[in-house]
Protein backbone atom coordinates (compact mmCIF):
# COMPACT_ATOMS: atom_id res chain seq x y z
CA UNK A 1 0.00 0.00 0.00
CA UNK A 2 1.30 3.59 -1.24
CA UNK A 3 1.47 6.54 1.13
CA UNK A 4 -1.46 7.85 -0.86
CA UNK A 5 -3.55 5.38 -0.39
CA UNK A 6 -2.74 4.70 3.41
CA UNK A 7 -3.47 8.22 4.02
CA UNK A 8 -7.13 7.30 2.30
CA UNK A 9 -7.55 4.52 3.63
CA UNK A 10 -6.50 6.71 7.43
CA UNK A 11 -9.18 9.53 6.27
CA UNK A 12 -12.02 7.05 6.06
CA UNK A 13 -11.43 5.80 9.46
CA UNK A 14 -11.10 9.47 11.01
CA UNK A 15 -14.43 10.19 9.78
CA UNK A 16 -16.39 7.86 11.61
CA UNK A 17 -17.92 8.81 14.43
CA UNK A 18 -18.74 5.59 15.91
CA UNK A 19 -20.78 6.54 19.09
CA UNK A 20 -23.12 9.21 17.34
CA UNK A 21 -23.22 6.34 14.75
CA UNK A 22 -24.35 3.74 17.37
CA UNK A 23 -26.83 5.70 18.82
CA UNK A 24 -28.55 6.37 15.32
CA UNK A 25 -28.36 2.71 15.01
CA UNK A 26 -30.22 2.09 18.21
CA UNK A 27 -33.00 4.37 17.17
CA UNK A 28 -33.41 2.80 14.02
CA UNK A 29 -33.72 -0.75 15.48
CA UNK A 30 -36.67 0.71 17.53
CA UNK A 31 -36.79 -1.51 20.36
CA UNK A 32 -38.91 -1.38 23.65
CA UNK A 33 -37.15 0.19 26.43
CA UNK A 34 -37.58 -1.92 29.58
CA UNK A 35 -34.52 0.69 31.02
CA UNK A 36 -33.72 4.43 32.52
CA UNK A 37 -34.15 6.91 31.26
CA UNK A 38 -38.07 7.12 32.51
CA UNK A 39 -38.50 9.22 29.21
CA UNK A 40 -38.12 5.75 26.91
CA UNK A 41 -36.15 7.16 24.68
CA UNK A 42 -38.55 10.48 24.62
CA UNK A 43 -41.79 8.77 23.97
CA UNK A 44 -43.17 10.73 26.80
CA UNK A 45 -42.72 13.91 24.92
CA UNK A 46 -44.45 12.15 21.59
CA UNK A 47 -47.21 11.85 23.39
CA UNK A 48 -47.54 15.21 24.75
CA UNK A 49 -46.78 16.77 21.21
CA UNK A 50 -50.33 14.96 20.50
CA UNK A 51 -51.99 16.76 23.64
CA UNK A 52 -50.65 20.00 22.97
CA UNK A 53 -50.84 23.22 20.34
CA UNK A 54 -48.83 25.81 19.69
CA UNK A 55 -45.20 27.10 20.55
CA UNK A 56 -45.71 24.29 23.54
CA UNK A 57 -45.60 21.18 21.26
CA UNK A 58 -42.86 22.85 19.50
CA UNK A 59 -41.01 22.68 21.91
CA UNK A 60 -42.07 19.32 23.24
CA UNK A 61 -41.47 18.36 19.57
CA UNK A 62 -37.77 19.12 19.77
CA UNK A 63 -37.09 17.33 23.14
CA UNK A 64 -38.88 14.10 21.61
CA UNK A 65 -35.86 13.99 18.94
CA UNK A 66 -33.39 15.07 21.31
CA UNK A 67 -34.46 12.17 23.78
CA UNK A 68 -34.63 9.67 21.49
CA UNK A 69 -30.57 9.28 21.62
CA UNK A 70 -30.79 10.10 25.66
CA UNK A 71 -29.90 6.21 26.41
CA UNK A 72 -28.53 4.43 29.00
CA UNK A 73 -24.93 1.87 29.49
CA UNK A 74 -27.25 -0.98 27.44
CA UNK A 75 -25.43 -3.55 24.41
CA UNK A 76 -23.77 -1.29 21.83
CA UNK A 77 -23.49 1.84 23.69
CA UNK A 78 -20.61 1.06 25.67
CA UNK A 79 -19.63 2.60 29.57
CA UNK A 80 -17.74 5.76 29.49
CA UNK A 81 -16.39 4.76 33.16
CA UNK A 82 -15.06 1.55 31.73
CA UNK A 83 -14.89 2.17 27.74
CA UNK A 84 -14.40 -0.99 25.47
CA UNK A 85 -16.55 -0.17 22.49
CA UNK A 86 -17.59 2.72 20.65
CA UNK A 87 -16.76 5.37 23.57
CA UNK A 88 -13.33 4.21 23.47
CA UNK A 89 -13.21 4.24 19.66
CA UNK A 90 -14.60 7.55 19.59
CA UNK A 91 -12.07 8.73 22.62
CA UNK A 92 -9.07 7.33 20.06
CA UNK A 93 -10.27 9.19 17.47
CA UNK A 94 -10.48 12.40 19.74
CA UNK A 95 -6.40 11.65 20.75
CA UNK A 96 -5.84 11.43 17.11
CA UNK A 97 -7.40 14.25 16.23
CA UNK A 98 -5.77 16.58 18.59
CA UNK A 99 -2.39 15.43 18.57
CA UNK A 100 -2.96 13.63 22.41
CA UNK A 101 -1.86 9.64 23.33
CA UNK A 102 -4.95 9.46 25.34
CA UNK A 103 -8.10 11.36 25.51
CA UNK A 104 -11.44 11.12 28.06
CA UNK A 105 -14.49 12.83 27.50
CA UNK A 106 -16.02 14.75 29.60
CA UNK A 107 -19.71 15.88 30.58
CA UNK A 108 -18.82 18.21 33.35
CA UNK A 109 -17.41 20.57 31.06
CA UNK A 110 -13.76 21.65 31.73
CA UNK A 111 -14.50 22.21 35.86
CA UNK A 112 -14.42 18.63 35.92
CA UNK A 113 -11.23 18.08 33.82
CA UNK A 114 -9.73 20.76 35.84
CA UNK A 115 -10.23 19.05 39.02
CA UNK A 116 -9.63 15.78 38.27
CA UNK A 117 -6.22 16.56 36.74
CA UNK A 118 -4.92 18.62 39.86
CA UNK A 119 -6.63 16.20 42.35
CA UNK A 120 -4.56 13.41 40.41
CA UNK A 121 -0.91 15.28 41.27
CA UNK A 122 -2.00 15.04 45.14
CA UNK A 123 -0.86 12.00 46.56
CA UNK A 124 -1.08 13.37 50.33
CA UNK A 125 -2.76 16.11 52.12
CA UNK A 126 -0.49 19.16 52.36
CA UNK A 127 0.93 18.53 48.78
CA UNK A 128 1.75 21.64 47.23
CA UNK A 129 0.77 22.68 43.75
CA UNK A 130 2.59 25.65 42.10
CA UNK A 131 -0.79 27.81 40.52
CA UNK A 132 -1.36 30.79 38.46
CA UNK A 133 -2.90 33.16 40.69
CA UNK A 134 -6.03 33.92 38.20
CA UNK A 135 -7.90 30.89 37.75
CA UNK A 136 -10.68 29.21 37.51
CA UNK A 137 -12.89 28.59 40.43
CA UNK A 138 -12.73 24.86 39.87
CA UNK A 139 -9.19 25.05 40.25
CA UNK A 140 -9.69 26.52 43.95
CA UNK A 141 -12.28 23.78 44.82
CA UNK A 142 -10.11 21.02 43.52
CA UNK A 143 -7.63 21.98 45.88
CA UNK A 144 -9.76 22.00 48.63
CA UNK A 145 -10.87 18.56 48.17
CA UNK A 146 -7.20 17.49 47.72
CA UNK A 147 -6.56 19.35 50.63
CA UNK A 148 -3.36 20.92 49.01
CA UNK A 149 -1.08 23.61 49.25
CA UNK A 150 -0.68 26.05 46.63
CA UNK A 151 1.87 28.93 45.93
CA UNK A 152 0.04 30.95 43.91
CA UNK A 153 2.24 32.62 40.92
CA UNK A 154 1.70 36.31 39.89
CA UNK A 155 0.47 37.14 36.29
CA UNK A 156 2.02 39.56 34.24
CA UNK A 157 -0.38 42.06 33.64
CA UNK A 158 -0.31 43.80 30.03
CA UNK A 159 0.72 47.63 29.83
CA UNK A 160 -1.91 48.62 27.20
CA UNK A 161 -5.31 46.86 27.98
CA UNK A 162 -4.53 46.34 31.72
CA UNK A 163 -5.61 42.32 31.63
CA UNK A 164 -3.70 40.25 33.25
CA UNK A 165 -1.80 36.83 31.52
CA UNK A 166 0.03 34.46 32.68
CA UNK A 167 3.14 34.78 35.30
CA UNK A 168 7.00 35.08 33.86
CA UNK A 169 8.84 32.19 33.41
CA UNK A 170 11.09 33.46 35.77
CA UNK A 171 8.37 33.47 38.44
CA UNK A 172 7.69 29.56 38.00
CA UNK A 173 11.84 29.29 37.94
CA UNK A 174 11.78 31.20 41.22
CA UNK A 175 8.94 29.05 42.80
CA UNK A 176 10.57 25.96 41.69
CA UNK A 177 13.48 27.04 42.92
CA UNK A 178 12.43 27.87 46.61
CA UNK A 179 9.37 24.84 47.10
CA UNK A 180 11.30 22.01 45.13
CA UNK A 181 9.11 19.70 46.54
CA UNK A 182 6.15 21.07 44.39
CA UNK A 183 3.97 18.61 42.88
CA UNK A 184 2.53 19.85 39.70
CA UNK A 185 2.21 23.65 37.69
CA UNK A 186 -0.98 24.95 36.98
CA UNK A 187 -1.70 27.66 34.62
CA UNK A 188 -4.14 29.09 32.34
CA UNK A 189 -3.68 29.04 28.52
CA UNK A 190 -5.20 31.55 26.70
CA UNK A 191 -7.05 33.70 29.31
CA UNK A 192 -10.96 34.65 28.46
CA UNK A 193 -9.30 37.48 26.20
CA UNK A 194 -7.76 35.29 24.21
CA UNK A 195 -3.98 36.32 25.00
CA UNK A 196 -1.92 33.77 25.47
CA UNK A 197 1.87 32.65 25.71
CA UNK A 198 4.70 30.25 24.62
CA UNK A 199 4.22 27.34 27.02
CA UNK A 200 7.37 25.57 25.89
CA UNK A 201 10.15 27.37 28.30
CA UNK A 202 7.07 26.36 31.12
CA UNK A 203 6.50 22.68 30.20
CA UNK A 204 10.59 22.70 30.37
CA UNK A 205 11.43 24.11 33.51
CA UNK A 206 8.56 21.62 34.90
CA UNK A 207 10.35 18.57 33.90
CA UNK A 208 13.42 19.31 34.92
CA UNK A 209 11.78 19.38 38.06
CA UNK A 210 9.99 16.11 37.25
CA UNK A 211 6.60 17.59 37.46
CA UNK A 212 4.04 17.90 35.23
CA UNK A 213 2.55 21.40 33.26
CA UNK A 214 -0.70 20.92 33.37
CA UNK A 215 -3.04 23.38 31.54
CA UNK A 216 -6.68 24.79 31.25
CA UNK A 217 -6.97 25.66 27.67
CA UNK A 218 -10.44 25.78 28.27
CA UNK A 219 -10.94 28.95 25.65
CA UNK A 220 -8.56 27.02 23.03
CA UNK A 221 -10.19 24.05 22.03
CA UNK A 222 -9.49 25.35 18.27
CA UNK A 223 -5.65 25.55 18.66
CA UNK A 224 -3.35 24.29 16.15
CA UNK A 225 -6.64 23.42 14.13
CA UNK A 226 -5.48 26.28 11.29
CA UNK A 227 -2.30 27.78 10.25
CA UNK A 228 -3.64 31.08 11.76
CA UNK A 229 -4.37 29.88 15.38
CA UNK A 230 -1.91 29.79 17.84
CA UNK A 231 -0.23 26.31 18.90
CA UNK A 232 -2.27 23.98 21.33
CA UNK A 233 -0.79 23.66 24.54
CA UNK A 234 -0.49 19.71 23.42
CA UNK A 235 2.09 20.71 20.92
CA UNK A 236 4.18 23.32 23.16
CA UNK A 237 4.82 19.63 25.61
CA UNK A 238 1.86 20.37 28.19
CA UNK A 239 1.40 16.89 30.08
CA UNK A 240 -2.28 17.32 30.75
CA UNK A 241 -4.42 19.45 29.02
CA UNK A 242 -8.47 20.65 29.18
CA UNK A 243 -10.36 21.83 26.30
CA UNK A 244 -13.99 23.41 26.70
CA UNK A 245 -15.52 21.54 23.09
CA UNK A 246 -18.10 23.24 23.19
CA UNK A 247 -16.64 26.99 23.55
CA UNK A 248 -14.65 27.51 20.67
CA UNK A 249 -15.67 24.38 18.99
CA UNK A 250 -19.16 22.16 18.28
CA UNK A 251 -19.53 20.39 20.97
CA UNK A 252 -22.87 20.72 23.25
CA UNK A 253 -23.08 23.47 26.42
CA UNK A 254 -21.06 21.00 29.35
CA UNK A 255 -19.00 18.95 26.60
CA UNK A 256 -15.29 19.29 26.85
CA UNK A 257 -12.02 16.73 26.53
CA UNK A 258 -9.00 15.68 28.85
CA UNK A 259 -5.93 15.06 26.69
CA UNK A 260 -3.13 13.39 28.41
CA UNK A 261 0.67 12.64 26.95
CA UNK A 262 4.07 12.20 28.85
CA UNK A 263 5.16 10.38 31.67
CA UNK A 264 4.00 12.61 34.04
CA UNK A 265 0.53 12.56 34.63
CA UNK A 266 -0.74 9.78 37.40
CA UNK A 267 -3.15 7.75 34.29
CA UNK A 268 -4.20 5.39 36.63
CA UNK A 269 -5.00 7.66 39.23
CA UNK A 270 -6.57 10.12 36.79
CA UNK A 271 -9.32 7.51 35.24
CA UNK A 272 -10.12 6.76 39.03
CA UNK A 273 -10.58 10.11 39.93
CA UNK A 274 -12.64 10.95 36.95
CA UNK A 275 -15.17 8.05 37.58
CA UNK A 276 -15.33 9.69 41.12
CA UNK A 277 -16.02 13.48 39.83
CA UNK A 278 -18.21 12.25 37.03
CA UNK A 279 -21.68 10.81 37.18
CA UNK A 280 -22.27 7.75 37.00
CA UNK A 281 -25.04 8.16 34.44
CA UNK A 282 -23.62 10.59 31.84
CA UNK A 283 -25.36 12.18 29.56
CA UNK A 284 -24.96 9.98 26.09
CA UNK A 285 -26.08 13.57 23.79
CA UNK A 286 -23.29 15.21 25.21
CA UNK A 287 -20.81 12.35 24.38
CA UNK A 288 -22.17 12.23 20.87
CA UNK A 289 -21.64 15.82 20.22
CA UNK A 290 -18.13 15.39 21.45
CA UNK A 291 -17.84 12.77 18.83
CA UNK A 292 -19.65 14.46 15.83
CA UNK A 293 -17.75 17.79 16.67
CA UNK A 294 -14.61 16.01 16.40
CA UNK A 295 -15.69 14.28 13.35
CA UNK A 296 -16.34 17.55 11.74
CA UNK A 297 -12.76 18.61 12.06
CA UNK A 298 -11.36 15.31 10.63
CA UNK A 299 -13.69 15.83 7.42
CA UNK A 300 -13.36 19.54 6.68
CA UNK A 301 -9.77 20.24 8.46
CA UNK A 302 -8.65 23.92 8.44
CA UNK A 303 -11.30 24.77 6.26
CA UNK A 304 -13.46 24.13 8.75
CA UNK A 305 -12.94 27.69 10.45
CA UNK A 306 -12.13 29.77 6.94
CA UNK A 307 -16.05 31.05 7.25
CA UNK A 308 -15.59 32.11 10.52
CA UNK A 309 -12.39 33.58 11.00
CA UNK A 310 -13.08 35.12 7.52
CA UNK A 311 -16.04 37.28 9.42
CA UNK A 312 -13.70 37.64 12.70
CA UNK A 313 -10.91 39.34 10.40
CA UNK A 314 -13.99 41.72 8.77
CA UNK A 315 -14.99 42.95 11.96
CA UNK A 316 -11.17 43.94 12.35
CA UNK A 317 -11.32 45.90 9.02
CA UNK A 318 -14.35 47.47 9.98
CA UNK A 319 -13.60 48.76 13.21
CA UNK A 320 -10.91 51.10 11.53
CA UNK A 321 -13.99 52.89 10.26
CA UNK A 322 -15.18 53.50 14.03
CA UNK A 323 -12.41 55.88 15.50
CA UNK A 324 -14.97 55.88 19.00
CA UNK A 325 -13.76 51.98 19.33
CA UNK A 326 -10.56 50.65 20.00
CA UNK A 327 -9.32 46.77 19.31
CA UNK A 328 -7.03 44.91 21.50
CA UNK A 329 -4.21 43.61 19.56
CA UNK A 330 -0.75 42.42 20.51
CA UNK A 331 1.47 45.55 20.76
CA UNK A 332 4.90 44.85 18.65
CA UNK A 333 8.15 46.58 20.08
CA UNK A 334 9.54 49.53 18.61
CA UNK A 335 12.64 49.57 17.04
CA UNK A 336 14.78 52.39 16.46
CA UNK A 337 16.96 53.57 13.42
CA UNK A 338 20.21 53.43 15.16
CA UNK A 339 19.51 50.14 17.62
CA UNK A 340 19.01 46.39 16.15
CA UNK A 341 17.19 45.26 19.18
CA UNK A 342 13.31 45.98 19.59
CA UNK A 343 13.26 48.83 22.68
CA UNK A 344 12.44 47.18 25.68
CA UNK A 345 10.92 43.76 24.00
CA UNK A 346 11.38 41.63 27.10
CA UNK A 347 8.62 42.87 28.91
CA UNK A 348 6.65 45.17 26.21
CA UNK A 349 4.10 42.61 25.93
CA UNK A 350 2.35 40.41 28.64
CA UNK A 351 1.50 37.99 26.54
CA UNK A 352 2.73 36.08 23.12
CA UNK A 353 -0.06 35.56 20.60
CA UNK A 354 -3.44 36.46 20.21
CA UNK A 355 -6.77 34.33 19.50
CA UNK A 356 -8.02 36.02 16.11
CA UNK A 357 -11.50 34.31 17.10
CA UNK A 358 -11.61 36.16 19.64
CA UNK A 359 -12.27 40.04 19.18
CA UNK A 360 -12.32 42.43 22.08
CA UNK A 361 -13.03 46.12 21.87
CA UNK A 362 -13.55 49.51 24.32
CA UNK A 363 -14.64 53.05 23.89
CA UNK A 364 -11.17 54.93 24.11
CA UNK A 365 -11.66 57.89 26.04
CA UNK A 366 -13.81 55.76 28.47
CA UNK A 367 -17.32 57.53 27.99
CA UNK A 368 -18.93 54.35 28.47
CA UNK A 369 -17.97 51.32 30.74
CA UNK A 370 -17.63 47.76 28.75
CA UNK A 371 -21.03 46.45 31.25
CA UNK A 372 -22.92 49.46 29.58
CA UNK A 373 -21.71 49.02 26.40
CA UNK A 374 -22.69 45.33 26.58
CA UNK A 375 -25.81 46.28 27.41
CA UNK A 376 -26.88 48.21 24.81
CA UNK A 377 -25.50 45.91 22.04
CA UNK A 378 -28.59 43.45 23.57
CA UNK A 379 -30.79 46.20 22.87
CA UNK A 380 -29.73 45.55 18.58
CA UNK A 381 -29.88 41.88 19.18
CA UNK A 382 -25.78 41.43 19.43
CA UNK A 383 -25.28 38.94 22.67
CA UNK A 384 -21.48 39.51 23.55
CA UNK A 385 -19.71 36.73 25.23
CA UNK A 386 -19.03 38.75 28.30
CA UNK A 387 -17.22 42.69 29.59
CA UNK A 388 -15.50 43.80 32.21
CA UNK A 389 -15.01 47.56 33.55
CA UNK A 390 -13.54 48.69 30.17
CA UNK A 391 -13.69 45.91 27.58
CA UNK A 392 -16.21 43.96 25.79
CA UNK A 393 -15.38 40.48 24.37
CA UNK A 394 -16.85 39.03 21.05
CA UNK A 395 -16.28 35.05 20.30
CA UNK A 396 -16.42 33.92 16.99
CA UNK A 397 -16.21 30.06 15.90
CA UNK A 398 -16.53 27.76 13.04
CA UNK A 399 -20.46 28.83 13.19
CA UNK A 400 -19.92 32.53 12.92
CA UNK A 401 -20.98 34.30 9.65
CA UNK A 402 -20.26 37.62 7.69
CA UNK A 403 -23.68 38.35 8.20
CA UNK A 404 -22.85 37.95 11.94
CA UNK A 405 -20.07 40.60 11.81
CA UNK A 406 -22.08 42.95 9.61
CA UNK A 407 -24.90 42.84 12.37
CA UNK A 408 -22.26 43.37 14.97
CA UNK A 409 -20.93 46.51 13.14
CA UNK A 410 -23.99 48.15 12.03
CA UNK A 411 -24.87 47.82 16.10
CA UNK A 412 -21.54 49.44 17.18
CA UNK A 413 -22.44 52.18 14.53
CA UNK A 414 -25.24 53.17 15.87
CA UNK A 415 -24.16 52.78 19.36
CA UNK A 416 -20.86 55.71 18.78
CA UNK A 417 -23.32 58.09 16.87
CA UNK A 418 -25.75 57.89 20.03
CA UNK A 419 -23.01 57.90 22.50
CA UNK A 420 -22.26 61.51 24.37
CA UNK A 421 -18.98 62.64 24.99
CA UNK A 422 -19.44 62.49 29.03
CA UNK A 423 -17.75 59.06 30.53
CA UNK A 424 -20.63 57.49 32.18
CA UNK A 425 -17.77 55.84 34.54
CA UNK A 426 -14.77 56.66 36.08
CA UNK A 427 -11.94 55.54 33.96
CA UNK A 428 -9.26 57.10 35.82
CA UNK A 429 -9.98 54.83 38.39
CA UNK A 430 -9.59 51.78 36.48
CA UNK A 431 -6.17 53.01 35.31
CA UNK A 432 -5.34 53.60 38.84
CA UNK A 433 -6.16 50.23 40.18
CA UNK A 434 -4.23 48.53 37.28
CA UNK A 435 -1.17 50.47 38.15
CA UNK A 436 -1.54 49.35 42.07
CA UNK A 437 -2.04 45.74 40.90
CA UNK A 438 0.77 46.08 38.42
CA UNK A 439 3.22 47.20 41.34
CA UNK A 440 1.94 44.29 43.33
CA UNK A 441 3.18 42.15 41.10
CA UNK A 442 6.92 43.17 40.85
CA UNK A 443 6.98 43.37 44.21
CA UNK A 444 5.27 39.43 45.20
CA UNK A 445 6.10 37.43 42.93
CA UNK A 446 4.85 34.91 44.32
CA UNK A 447 2.77 33.53 47.59
CA UNK A 448 3.88 31.77 50.44
CA UNK A 449 1.95 28.58 50.71
CA UNK A 450 -1.79 28.74 50.87
CA UNK A 451 -4.00 25.64 52.39
CA UNK A 452 -6.84 24.97 51.39
CA UNK A 453 -9.74 22.46 52.96
CA UNK A 454 -13.14 21.49 52.23
CA UNK A 455 -13.24 22.00 56.15
CA UNK A 456 -13.75 24.66 58.15
CA UNK A 457 -10.24 26.59 58.71
CA UNK A 458 -9.43 25.49 62.40
CA UNK A 459 -7.10 28.95 62.78
CA UNK A 460 -8.62 31.08 65.54
CA UNK A 461 -11.36 33.33 65.64
CA UNK A 462 -12.26 35.87 62.77
CA UNK A 463 -12.08 38.96 63.21
CA UNK A 464 -12.15 42.40 61.54
CA UNK A 465 -8.98 44.67 61.78
CA UNK A 466 -8.02 47.92 60.12
CA UNK A 467 -6.09 47.07 57.15
CA UNK A 468 -3.23 49.27 58.55
CA UNK A 469 -3.04 46.14 61.52
CA UNK A 470 -2.97 43.18 59.12
CA UNK A 471 0.24 43.02 58.18
CA UNK A 472 1.71 39.57 59.21
CA UNK A 473 -2.01 38.18 59.84
CA UNK A 474 -3.82 35.59 57.96
CA UNK A 475 -6.42 36.65 55.44
CA UNK A 476 -9.81 35.21 56.62
CA UNK A 477 -11.27 35.82 53.83
CA UNK A 478 -10.20 36.60 49.60
CA UNK A 479 -10.03 39.48 48.38
CA UNK A 480 -10.44 40.07 44.70
CA UNK A 481 -10.28 43.89 43.18
CA UNK A 482 -12.50 43.69 39.82
CA UNK A 483 -11.54 44.35 37.24
CA UNK A 484 -8.86 42.28 36.35
CA UNK A 485 -10.37 39.69 38.73
CA UNK A 486 -7.03 38.50 40.16
CA UNK A 487 -7.43 37.49 43.28
CA UNK A 488 -4.64 39.51 45.26
CA UNK A 489 -5.27 37.39 48.65
CA UNK A 490 -7.11 33.90 49.28
CA UNK A 491 -8.43 32.80 52.90
CA UNK A 492 -5.26 31.12 54.87
CA UNK A 493 -2.77 33.64 52.86
CA UNK A 494 -0.15 35.10 55.23
CA UNK A 495 -1.11 39.26 54.91
CA UNK A 496 2.30 41.15 53.90
CA UNK A 497 3.51 44.30 54.14
CA UNK A 498 3.39 44.61 50.35
CA UNK A 499 0.08 43.81 50.82
CA UNK A 500 -1.41 46.09 52.80
CA UNK A 501 0.20 49.08 51.01
CA UNK A 502 -1.42 47.72 47.73
CA UNK A 503 -5.20 46.92 49.44
CA UNK A 504 -4.53 50.71 50.83
CA UNK A 505 -3.85 52.21 47.42
CA UNK A 506 -7.16 50.44 45.64
CA UNK A 507 -8.98 51.41 48.13
CA UNK A 508 -8.53 55.23 47.83
CA UNK A 509 -8.97 54.30 44.14
CA UNK A 510 -12.22 52.97 44.76
CA UNK A 511 -11.91 49.55 43.48
CA UNK A 512 -14.36 46.94 43.60
CA UNK A 513 -13.17 43.68 45.53
CA UNK A 514 -15.50 40.98 45.11
CA UNK A 515 -15.23 38.02 48.51
CA UNK A 516 -14.44 41.25 50.75
CA UNK A 517 -16.92 41.77 53.47
CA UNK A 518 -15.57 45.40 54.37
CA UNK A 519 -15.62 46.80 50.19
CA UNK A 520 -14.12 50.03 51.12
CA UNK A 521 -11.22 47.91 52.35
CA UNK A 522 -11.09 49.92 55.29
CA UNK A 523 -10.60 46.59 57.21
CA UNK A 524 -10.09 43.11 56.54
CA UNK A 525 -11.39 39.66 57.97
CA UNK A 526 -8.43 37.95 59.53
CA UNK A 527 -7.60 34.64 61.57
CA UNK A 528 -6.38 35.89 65.30
CA UNK A 529 -4.70 33.92 68.10
CA UNK A 530 -5.03 34.46 71.88
CA UNK A 531 -2.55 37.12 71.94
CA UNK A 532 -4.13 39.22 69.19
CA UNK A 533 -7.64 38.91 70.75
CA UNK A 534 -7.84 42.49 72.15
CA UNK A 535 -6.97 43.88 68.24
CA UNK A 536 -10.55 44.38 66.19
CA UNK A 537 -13.78 44.04 65.90
CA UNK A 538 -15.63 40.46 66.99
CA UNK A 539 -17.04 38.66 64.32
Known amino acids: MNRSEQQSENRLFDVRAPLAEALLHYISEKRTSFHVPGHKNG ?51 AAHCFGAEETHFLVGGSTVGNMALLMSCCSQPGDLILVQRNVHKSVLHALMMAGARAVFLTPRIDKVSGLATAPHIDVLAGALQEYPE ?86 KRLKQLLTMLQSSSPSYPLMASLDVSRQWIDVKGAQAFEQG ?26 VSVEQSEPC ?33 LAEYGCVAEMADLRHVVFVFTLGSTLQDARRLIEA ?24 SIGSLTSSRPHSEPVP ?25 EAVIP ?58
Open 412 to 435: LQSIAVSMGNKPSYDGTGTQAITQ
Open 452 to 476: FSIYEANVGTTRQVLLQEADGMVAA
Open 344 to 376: GSNDFSAFDNLDPMKVVIREKDDCISGYDLLEK
Open 43 to 93: AVYKQAVQETVGEQQELLHRMAQLLAIDVTEIEGTDDLHHPMGVIAEAQQL
Open 182 to 267: AKAVFLTNPNYYGMGIDLRPFAQAAHRHGIPLIVDEAHGAHYGLHPSFPESALAMGTDGVVQSTHKMLSGMTMSAMLHVQGPYVAR
Open 309 to 334: LAAAMWLREQMHQLPRFELLVKQEPY
Open 482 to 539: YPPGIPLLYRGETITAASVNELAKLAAAGAKCHDAEDYSLQTIKVYVTKDQMGKGELR
